[in-house]
């Protein structure tokens, strides 16, 4: 009994903080942005296709010869002590071939560790690890395909979880009219050993599901780009459980009306790009919005602001998110392209 309320209390508390609400899946972690212009893309993106490596963590289709040799480190300060890092390398095989290999981690922070009678055993910590394997292939037309593998770790305390998601992704570009058009199936996979067994059997989850449609346009005669994504388009309603009710199911968005629900799927950026080394972006992202906003108190909940510049042969970006009202997350990419270090 005490191993089965110890780990809910874990799952509880690691996963309601993700965009501050309670998930309905395990591994949450995977929606969380991997790079400092992701987050300052309102967390996701899967369209925009100028060689950033990290894109591809979105939408492995955005893997091209323009992510051969890069590699990028990427941190972010999320909440309290949960911190985030990741690692991705880009390769390319011939001309058509390009893979992703990556690694995305998630540390929550330390724990007290006690008794029923609240005495204080210790401490214990909860971390998430997924592994990147992506491959894209161009096609004629402006076409590009692209698959990535994703086998996961997670252990909070003694309790230890496998699992493996998968993305599928596709994209479109035309270069003589700005236009590039992304469609990506996110975290499609299952989980093989659950935290903990009920009666002798596995309890297992389901994973966070999520197609994704984007678009972008670069305006022709202005240093300006517009992305739109739409995400969740395979569940409709965004609500989730309210805890502590009477009603075991009662949905915190039952009065929201139809139009506002489908802006909760929708992600609005717009980019300045004055140089092709240098860009500043905003983003508007309606479900965090929503979720967070909170009576009586201002908050910038909703909005992401970034800038990212190459100084030499490094490419540096950073951003700003409010994830949680009063405070803000930061997040930091550092980039380069080994091939400039002479690296073939």
Same mark, same amino acid.
């Given at each position: 009994m005490k191993q089965k309320i110890v780990i809910?209390?874990?799952?509880?508390?690691?996963?309601?903080?993700?965009?501050?609400?309670?998930? +309905?899946?395990?591994?949450?972690?995977?929606n969380l942005p991997s790079s400092a212009r992701l987050a300052a893309f309102g967390g996701s993106n899967i369209s925009v296709n100028d060689g950033d490596l990290n894109m591809a963590?979105?939408?492995?289709?955005?893997?091209?010869?323009?992510?051969?040799?890069?590699?990028?480190?990427?941190?972010?300060?999320?909440?309290?002590?949960?911190?985030?890092?990741?690692?991705?390398?880009?390769?390319?095989?011939g001309e058509h071939n390009h893979m992703l290999f990556g690694i995305q981690y998630i540390d929550y922070g330390k724990f007290l560790e006690t008794s029923e009678t609240d005495q204080i055993l210790g401490t214990f910590t909860a971390k998430d690890f997924a592994l990147s394997i992506g491959y894209a292939r161009t096609l004629p037309l402006g076409f590009t395909v692209g698959a990535t593998c994703k086998p996961i770790y997670s252990v909070y305390e003694r309790y230890h979880s496998f699992g493996v998601a998968f993305d599928i992704g596709a994209h479109y570009q035309n270069d003589s009219i700005g236009l590039s058009i992304g469609l990506t199936l996110r975290n499609a996979g299952w989980q093989f050993k659950g935290y903990y067994s009920?009666?002798?059997?596995?309890? +297992?989850?389901?994973?966070p599901l999520d197609l994704e449609l984007g678009i972008s346009e670069r305006f022709k005669h202005a240093p300006i780009r517009l992305s739109l994504t739409i995400h969740n388009m395979q569940r409709w309603n965004l609500g989730y459980e309210r805890a502590g009710t009477v009603l075991a199911a009662e949905n915190t968005t039952a009065d929201v009306k139809w139009y506002d629900m489908m802006f909760r799927h929708t992600i609005w950026t717009i980019e300045i790009l004055p140089t092709k080394n240098m860009y500043l972006s905003v983003s508007y992202n309606h479900r965090r919005r929503a979720e967070m906003a909170a009576k009586d108190w201002k908050t910038a909940a909703g909005f992401a602001f970034g800038a990212g510049i190459k100084i030499k042969m490094v490419n540096?970006?950073?951003?700003?998110?409010?994830?949680?009202?009063?405070?803000?997350?930061?997040?930091?990419?550092?980039?380069?392209?080994?091939?400039?270090?002479g690296v073939k």
């Amino acid at each position: 009994m005490k191993q089965k309320i110890v780990i809910l209390f874990i799952l509880a508390t690691c996963h309601s903080a993700l965009f501050g609400q309670a998930g +309905r899946d395990t591994y949450q972690f995977l929606n969380l942005p991997s790079s400092a212009r992701l987050a300052a893309f309102g967390g996701s993106n899967i369209s925009v296709n100028d060689g950033d490596l990290n894109m591809a963590f979105q939408n492995p289709a955005l893997l091209s010869a323009k992510t051969y040799n890069q590699l990028t480190f990427n941190y972010m300060y999320y909440i309290q002590d949960i911190n985030l890092a990741s690692v991705a390398y880009g390769r390319s095989f011939g001309e058509h071939n390009h893979m992703l290999f990556g690694i995305q981690y998630i540390d929550y922070g330390k724990f007290l560790e006690t008794s029923e009678t609240d005495q204080i055993l210790g401490t214990f910590t909860a971390k998430d690890f997924a592994l990147s394997i992506g491959y894209a292939r161009t096609l004629p037309l402006g076409f590009t395909v692209g698959a990535t593998c994703k086998p996961i770790y997670s252990v909070y305390e003694r309790y230890h979880s496998f699992g493996v998601a998968f993305d599928i992704g596709a994209h479109y570009q035309n270069d003589s009219i700005g236009l590039s058009i992304g469609l990506t199936l996110r975290n499609a996979g299952w989980q093989f050993k659950g935290y903990y067994s009920i009666d002798g059997k596995q309890h +297992r989850e389901t994973l966070p599901l999520d197609l994704e449609l984007g678009i972008s346009e670069r305006f022709k005669h202005a240093p300006i780009r517009l992305s739109l994504t739409i995400h969740n388009m395979q569940r409709w309603n965004l609500g989730y459980e309210r805890a502590g009710t009477v009603l075991a199911a009662e949905n915190t968005t039952a009065d929201v009306k139809w139009y506002d629900m489908m802006f909760r799927h929708t992600i609005w950026t717009i980019e300045i790009l004055p140089t092709k080394n240098m860009y500043l972006s905003v983003s508007y992202n309606h479900r965090r919005r929503a979720e967070m906003a909170a009576k009586d108190w201002k908050t910038a909940a909703g909005f992401a602001f970034g800038a990212g510049i190459k100084i030499k042969m490094v490419n540096i970006g950073f951003s700003l998110v409010p994830y949680q009202v009063g405070n803000l997350s930061y997040h930091a990419t550092v980039g380069v392209n080994m091939s400039e270090f002479g690296v073939k």
